[in-house]
């Protein structure tokens, strides 16, 4: 409340002052009608009342607050008003949202301590507040082997005794060996225990904030003030701690081993690394991600299941489905159930808020929109090839998948519009943002979905719901590991690629360190597809390639990716924020492109196929064309991109031109809806999809007569000609031998029937 003036020369209340002064109080008031206080200036608060203070200042900070609740409402550091209410007048737990303040300047006092216990568990390779909710779900060697160890292996059965026993005594093995695989296994272990850092520095931060907010409540009901508070916090935390050090709870009383085990769980809990229940789905999941097959489709478990369940609990409506949250909400512990109400109402007022950004990606000059996974690439079959690639040639106009979307403007606050007369849009990632992004991926997915499910399921909800859940389990990192298994058994290359990228990783230790290095330093995409026409043998050169992504400076003699429309390099887009953040940034960003080309075939989802890596094949004759090797294929794609002309004109530039022209543009504008004036949706939807269908067929017809003009004028160069004359005579080789064979058989029919 304010100070009346008059009460300044009040002999009792100068008195005071003076008092509050020295010790620091701001505002003070002997107006004992309207804030009783005892003699000391305390505030008199009664039984079944609370203290509310309303701030009429911003001029706020976590140390001015601290001492707020540490001196129980004894110190005003803020201008406030004080009043008086009874438990109906209060809309929210007032202890819960103290106990929260005192949680998060905890966590913050927190983090030195956090830091020198993460840097111990660097050290000895695991957690150490809690071995059982660790972050890396792998076996790891315990220790270090010696010569003794070789030995025995070595002696250990009659198949080393007859193998491994004459090495290891010939070349004196076992005084070199346990070296070299000592050292590869401290390589090999970096990224792992680097992990586990990680994981026991935040873990340390929740924990020891937990704790301390504990022990502070406790105090609080103790009616603990000042230094007997800060003493009674100091003594209790100390022993939980010493439950930390020594890994032992003997002879400390039950209320330290319940605020020890609840902290622990609380701390495994905010990293998403609590232990899963082996009876439960999710814990025979991880049981069979033990296994070392299980481990290529399951790299990680317990975490991913966790944040998919965290997700799941602020979910309205499928929260309640969950029982240990039904569990939660009838908790007789109030803050247990508190926290599962809050649950809901802060993920209903996200879900909403992220639906209205969501539905507006319809609207072009939206400020922001939410974009979702774009056409569907799960699955197999041409349909799905046709998405991948249309998301490709998305990806080269600047479109993000998963990412908020914001209008881009000029100097002067105005909206910057492209060729095609769409504005200009800035991407940014939200992939990262777990759990909330499992919320937003859903509904931007189901946004997109709705309108690609076909005029007949329009109103097919459960559809578009079933398909959007469905993209955002299989588009999740950590669980992309099963859908390439699956795609695996239809496709022996992309087997292939699954081992090669495990053996990578498993090669060089700190794989996503070095990748996020490699796209720092170097944008350029390089080309890892595997060539059959490689003379390499196929296992090296797919492990190669994978490890030109993950080691910085490698490119293991790959070339670039390209596009072969434009021919412009391919770049990994760079981490929103200064370029310095660039090294393990999770949130990347993009920028439109103002290419009219790509924006025509991208508005009207017309997905063109690259260039073949191969020639004149013929469909079920084995070696009957020319097969490409990956330099070979980036020599044609950058000569149909650049050297291939019509008229003097390359690809990009004719397709420029013929979209520009007024029958092409009208097309265009009737395609995206406009001046489609009938009343019969179906009739909307047919003219829409006419107008697409005579774009994409002139653009088709164009893309095809380069791609042939291409192929001969490249195959007629002179470092090409070899190619040709070995395809043109393996060609008659299968021709003539084709006619001997034939005529043959033809004479033994003749034979046989006379």
Same mark, same amino acid.
């Given at each position: 409340?304010?100070?009346?003036?008059?009460?300044?020369?009040?002999?009792?209340?100068?008195?005071?002052?003076?008092?509050?002064?020295?010790?620091?109080?701001?505002?003070?008031?002997?107006?004992?009608?309207?804030?009783?206080?005892?003699?000391?200036?305390?505030?008199?608060?009664?039984?079944?009342?609370?203290?509310?203070?309303?701030?009429?200042?911003?001029?706020?900070?976590?140390?001015?607050?601290?001492?707020?609740?540490?001196?129980?409402?004894?110190?005003?550091?803020?201008?406030?008003?004080?009043?008086?209410?009874?438990?109906?007048?209060?809309?929210?737990?007032?202890?819960?949202?103290?106990?929260?303040?005192?949680?998060?300047?905890?966590?913050?006092?927190?983090?030195?301590?956090?830091?020198?216990?993460?840097?111990?568990?660097?050290?000895?390779?695991?957690?150490?507040?809690?071995?059982?909710?660790?972050?890396?779900?792998?076996?790891?060697?315990?220790?270090?082997?010696?010569?003794?160890?070789?030995?025995?292996?070595?002696?250990?059965?009659?198949?080393?005794?007859?193998?491994?026993?004459?090495?290891?005594?010939?070349?004196?093995?076992?005084?070199?060996?346990?070296?070299?695989?000592?050292?590869?296994?401290?390589?090999?272990?970096?990224?792992?225990?680097?992990?586990?850092?990680?994981?026991?520095?935040?873990?340390?931060?929740?924990?020891?904030?937990?704790?301390?907010?504990?022990?502070?409540?406790?105090?609080?009901?103790?009616?603990?003030?000042?230094?007997?508070?800060?003493?009674?916090?100091?003594?209790?935390?100390?022993?939980?701690?010493?439950?930390?050090?020594?890994?032992?709870?003997?002879?400390?009383?039950?209320?330290?081993?319940?605020?020890?085990?609840?902290?622990?769980?609380?701390?495994?809990?905010?990293?998403? /690394?609590?232990?899963?229940?082996?009876?439960?789905?999710?814990?025979?999941?991880?049981?069979?991600?033990?296994?070392?097959?299980?481990?290529?489709?399951?790299?990680?478990?317990?975490?991913?299941?966790?944040?998919?369940?965290?997700?799941?609990?602020?979910?309205?409506?499928?929260?309640?489905?969950?029982?240990?949250?039904?569990?939660?909400?009838?908790?007789?512990?109030?803050?247990?159930?508190?926290?599962?109400?809050?649950?809901?109402?802060?993920?209903?007022?996200?879900?909403?808020?992220?639906?209205?950004?969501?539905?507006?990606?319809?609207?072009?000059?939206?400020?922001?929109?939410?974009?979702?996974?774009?056409?569907?690439?799960?699955?197999?079959?041409?349909?799905?090839?046709?998405?991948?690639?249309?998301?490709?040639?998305?990806?080269?106009?600047?479109?993000?998948?998963?990412?908020?979307?914001?209008?881009?403007?000029?100097?002067?606050?105005?909206?910057? @519009?492209?060729?095609?007369?769409?504005?200009?849009?800035?991407?940014?990632?939200?992939?990262?943002?777990?759990?909330?992004?499992?919320?937003?991926?859903?509904?931007?997915?189901?946004?997109?979905?709705?309108?690609?499910?076909?005029?007949?399921?329009?109103?097919?909800?459960?559809?578009?719901?079933?398909?959007?859940?469905?993209?955002?389990?299989?588009?999740?990192?950590?669980?992309?590991?099963?859908?390439?298994?699956?795609?695996?058994?239809?496709?022996?290359?992309?087997?292939?690629?699954?081992?090669?990228?495990?053996?990578?990783?498993?090669?060089?230790?700190?794989?996503?360190?070095?990748?996020?290095?490699?796209?720092? /330093?170097?944008?350029?995409?390089?080309? /890892?597809?595997?060539?059959?026409?490689?003379?390499?043998?196929?296992?090296?050169?797919?492990?190669?390639?994978?490890?030109?992504?993950?080691?910085?400076?490698?490119?293991?003699?790959?070339?670039?990716?390209?596009?072969? @429309?434009?021919?412009?390099?391919?770049?990994?887009?760079?981490?929103?924020?200064?370029?310095?953040?660039?090294?393990?940034?999770?949130?990347?960003?993009?920028?439109?492109?103002?290419?009219?080309?790509?924006?025509?075939?991208?508005?009207?989802?017309?997905? @063109?196929?690259?260039?073949?890596?191969?020639?004149?094949?013929?469909?079920?004759?084995?070696?009957?064309?020319?097969?490409?090797?990956?330099?070979?294929?980036?020599?044609?794609?950058?000569?149909?991109?650049?050297? /291939?002309?019509?008229?003097?004109?390359?690809?990009?530039?004719?397709?420029?031109?013929?979209?520009?022209?007024?029958?092409?543009?009208?097309?265009?504008?009737?395609?995206?809806?406009?001046?489609?004036?009938?009343?019969?949706?179906?009739?909307?939807?047919?003219?829409?999809?006419?107008?697409?269908?005579?774009?994409?067929?002139?653009?088709?017809?164009?893309?095809?007569?380069?791609?042939?003009?291409?192929?001969?004028?490249?195959?007629?160069?002179?470092?090409?000609?070899?190619?040709?004359?070995?395809?043109?005579?393996?060609?008659?080789?299968?021709?003539?031998?084709?006619?001997?064979?034939?005529?043959?058989? @033809?004479?033994?029919?003749?034979?046989?029937?006379?």
């Amino acid at each position: 409340m304010a100070i009346d003036k008059k009460n300044r020369l009040d002999s009792v209340n100068l008195q005071q002052t003076s008092k509050y002064i020295k010790d620091g109080l701001t505002v003070v008031s002997n107006n004992t009608d309207i804030v009783p206080r005892d003699e000391n200036g305390n505030i008199i608060v009664q039984d079944g009342s609370y203290i509310v203070i309303e701030p009429n200042s911003f001029n706020i900070n976590n140390n001015a607050m601290l001492k707020i609740l540490d001196t129980q409402f004894n110190y005003f550091k803020f201008p406030a008003q004080i009043r008086e209410v009874q438990d109906e007048d209060l809309e929210f737990n007032t202890d819960e949202f103290i106990k929260g303040w005192k949680q998060f300047i905890y966590m913050s006092e927190s983090l030195g301590d956090a830091f020198n216990i993460a840097r111990k568990a660097f050290k000895v390779n695991e957690n150490i507040l809690d071995r059982g909710a660790m972050v890396s779900d792998a076996q790891r060697v315990s220790r270090n082997i010696n010569a003794e160890d070789v030995r025995n292996f070595a002696d250990q059965n009659i198949v080393t005794r007859g193998t491994v026993k004459p090495f290891v005594d010939v070349f004196l093995a076992d005084a070199w060996l346990p070296s070299i695989y000592n050292n590869f296994r401290r390589i090999n272990g970096f990224g792992s225990r680097m992990l586990i850092t990680e994981d026991e520095f935040l873990k340390q931060v929740n924990f020891r904030g937990y704790v301390k907010a504990e022990a502070w409540e406790q105090g609080i009901r103790k009616n603990l003030q000042g230094e007997q508070l800060k003493k009674y916090i100091t003594t209790q935390t100390e022993k939980v701690f010493k439950i930390v050090d020594t890994g032992s709870t003997k002879k400390m009383p039950k209320s330290i081993r319940d605020m020890y085990k609840k902290a622990k769980d609380f701390a495994a809990e905010a990293t998403f /690394t609590k232990e899963l229940d082996p009876k439960s789905f999710s814990g025979r999941i991880q049981n069979f991600a033990q296994h070392p097959y299980g481990r290529v489709v399951f790299p990680f478990v317990r975490t991913p299941l966790n944040i998919l369940k965290t997700q799941m609990r602020y979910t309205p409506v499928v929260n309640l489905f969950m029982s240990e949250y039904r569990q939660a909400l009838r908790s007789t512990d109030p803050n247990i159930a508190a926290r599962a109400r809050g649950e809901m109402y802060l993920g209903g007022g996200f879900a909403l808020s992220a639906a209205l950004i969501a539905r507006d990606i319809e609207n072009p000059f939206a400020e922001i929109g939410m974009t979702g996974g774009g056409p569907n690439t799960v699955g197999f079959g041409d349909t799905t090839e046709a998405n991948r690639q249309l998301v490709k040639q998305k990806k080269e106009e600047g479109w993000q998948p998963y990412s908020f979307r914001f209008l881009v403007r000029d100097s002067n606050g105005e909206i910057v @519009l492209t060729k095609s007369g769409k504005p200009k849009y800035k991407y940014i990632s939200y992939k990262r943002l777990d759990p909330w992004s499992g919320t937003f991926m859903l509904l931007a997915d189901f946004m997109d979905i709705e309108g690609q499910i076909g005029s007949q399921q329009t109103n097919d909800i459960a559809t578009a719901i079933t398909v959007s859940i469905a993209r955002n389990l299989t588009d999740r990192t950590y669980i992309r590991g099963l859908t390439e298994v699956a795609e695996a058994i239809h496709n022996p290359f992309a087997l292939q690629t699954l081992l090669a990228r495990r053996a990578a990783n498993i090669i060089n230790p700190v794989a996503g360190l070095g990748r996020s290095v490699q796209r720092a /330093t170097d944008k350029t995409k390089l080309d /890892t597809t595997y060539y059959p026409a490689d003379e390499m043998n196929t296992g090296i050169r797919q492990v190669l390639n994978e490890l030109a992504r993950t080691i910085p400076f490698y490119n293991a003699n790959l070339e670039p990716d390209r596009n072969w @429309l434009t021919g412009s390099v391919v770049e990994y887009p760079s981490g929103f924020g200064p370029d310095t953040f660039d090294i393990l940034n999770p949130f990347t960003a993009t920028n439109t492109k103002d290419n009219y080309v790509l924006s025509v075939i991208n508005d009207l989802n017309i997905s @063109l196929q690259p260039p073949k890596k191969f020639f004149f094949r013929k469909q079920g004759i084995q070696g009957s064309g020319i097969e490409l090797t990956s330099k070979q294929y980036a020599s044609y794609v950058k000569y149909l991109a650049f050297n /291939t002309k019509e008229d003097g004109q390359r690809l990009i530039v004719s397709l420029y031109k013929r979209l520009n022209e007024s029958d092409m543009k009208a097309y265009y504008k009737t395609a995206m809806g406009e001046e489609v004036n009938s009343t019969n949706q179906d009739t909307m939807v047919g003219v829409q999809d006419n107008a697409r269908a005579k774009i994409s067929k002139e653009i088709k017809k164009i893309v095809g007569d380069y791609k042939v003009k291409a192929r001969n004028e490249w195959l007629r160069l002179p470092e090409n000609r070899k190619l040709f004359g070995k395809y043109t005579a393996n060609i008659e080789a299968i021709n003539n031998e084709t006619t001997k064979a034939t005529v043959t058989n @033809l004479e033994k029919l003749k034979r046989l029937g006379n």
